[in-house]
């Protein structure tokens, strides 16, 4: 697409980015057909092409508007075109870079500005996210149908095994996830060392970013990414293998960390170390399965799952179909679903701020989870799980529980030490 930048974009970063991935847009239209919210709404202006159109106006010159701004904060951020795409156009970084410029032009009201800041706040905040939650378990019974399903019920920790492998690993301690389901961290840190592999983990840390990024605060998941970068680096530097992110939503924001960090003189280069090292289960897993399988207990007795992969396992880190053949190796029963490659309307912050779209995401994708009669649902992310579970009354669970439930020991059998 030809594309000529007018001057206060064409010298940055940001606009020489912009500009390359504009000109690898031919136009063709394939992304509409992937596209979640142009399926719901028929709007060219509210699919990938007609996105990319309004973003190319605005670097050339063009004045945004709030219906500028709308279309862009519709997009859910998926990334579903960018598989779709035949010519590569990294779609995911644009609407990123379009966002940013567009919210600093036109702003926000009062109360949108409130409201954006109070979901950061909240929601980088262990303690305060930890309180909110606490409060809204025990209000549940008081609550509005809708919203009480929103929330989950509370979860316990399991058992964190000790380190004692030569092999070590990382798993980081992100934001939201401890509070919503502390067990997930630990199912993978126990599936790890039946693995032969010690899973570590540290208190320094926290959120990925990923939230205030495309909230377009980036200068703010930038001092996150540094954040986590420092409280990793001593082990990093000891020669740990992999920094495991048991949610793909975080795992792709880390994997991103070299993009995110490339200006950064004192950082670039962790950046892209701890990019390097960054792992989502599902790899760390199928690698070590040849060791895991003799562990797996018996058949699941052809338990019937339907698997949902999210947007960011599939279309952000590109690795399909490796959870499903692992269920599957572990005895499950997976069942057909239609439209894998469709959002379930989660999309980090998404349900809060376009809960309509939202809503109906939600309704379809349940729907298409359903339909053959599975027994429970599976996925690979936080944010997935909280959207699914609040809408249907089978068990959501990340896939690494089912692999860690299905590789425990029996009562009484010895636990397997370290070569």
């Not at 702003?107 to 409201?115: E, L, Q, V, Y």
């Not at 690494?400 to 425990?408: P, R, T, V, Y």
Request: proline share 6%; hydrophobic share 40%; net charge positive.
């Amino acid at each position: 697409m030809e594309t000529k930048l007018s001057p206060q974009y064409a010298d940055t970063p940001e606009g020489r980015e912009a500009e390359s991935i504009l000109r690898a847009c031919v136009h063709c239209g394939f992304c509409t057909a992937t596209c979640p919210t142009y399926q719901l709404l028929g709007d060219e202006l509210d699919g990938p092409r007609g996105r990319i159109y309004l973003i190319k106006q605005v670097l050339e010159g063009v004045a945004p508007s709030a219906k500028t701004q709308l279309h862009l904060d519709r997009c859910l951020t998926c990334r579903s075109c960018e598989t779709t795409c035949p010519s590569g156009v990294r779609y995911g970084r644009l609407v990123d870079i379009g966002r940013k410029i567009v919210d600093d032009r036109v702003g926000r009201t009062p109360i949108a500005d409130a409201r954006r800041s109070a979901l950061r706040r909240g929601l980088l905040s262990k303690p305060l996210f930890g309180a909110a939650l606490a409060l809204g378990r025990f209000a549940k019974p008081l609550l509005p149908a809708r919203l009480a399903a929103a929330i989950p019920g509370a979860q316990a920790a399991g058992r964190w095994p000790a380190a004692r492998h030569a092999r070590r690993m990382l798993i980081p301690l992100g934001c939201v996830q401890p509070a919503l389901a502390p067990n997930i961290d630990a199912a993978t840190a126990r599936v790890l060392d039946r693995a032969g592999i010690s899973a570590l983990a540290i208190a320094g840390g926290g959120c990925c970013g990923a939230l205030s990024y495309h909230l377009s605060e980036h200068d703010q998941a930038r001092e996150l990414a540094r954040r986590n970068i420092d409280a990793w680096w001593p082990l990093v530097e000891q020669g740990i293998e992999a920094i495991v992110v048991t949610a793909s939503g975080c795992g792709v924001m880390v994997r991103d960390y070299g993009h995110l960090l490339a200006q950064d003189p004192a950082y670039a280069q962790k950046a892209e170390r701890v990019a390097a090292l960054a792992r989502d289960p599902v790899e760390v897993v199928a690698a070590a399965w040849a060791t895991l399988l003799p562990q797996i207990a018996g058949s699941a007795a052809g338990q019937r799952l339907a698997f949902h992969p999210p947007c960011t396992l599939q279309h952000g880190m590109k690795i399909r179909g490796e959870v499903e053949r692992l269920l599957q190796a572990a005895g499950y029963a997976l069942l057909p679903v239609a439209d894998t490659h469709l959002c379930c309307g989660s999309a980090g912050t998404y349900s809060i701020l376009q809960p309509e779209l939202s809503r109906r995401l939600k309704a379809n994708k349940l729907r298409a989870l359903e339909a053959n009669g599975p027994e429970l649902v599976a996925t690979a992310n936080i944010g997935c799980m909280t959207q699914l579970q609040s809408g249907t009354a089978l068990a959501v669970r990340h896939w690494i529980e089912l692999i860690d439930q299905k590789s425990a020991p029996g009562p009484g059998a010895p636990a397997k030490r370290s070569a």
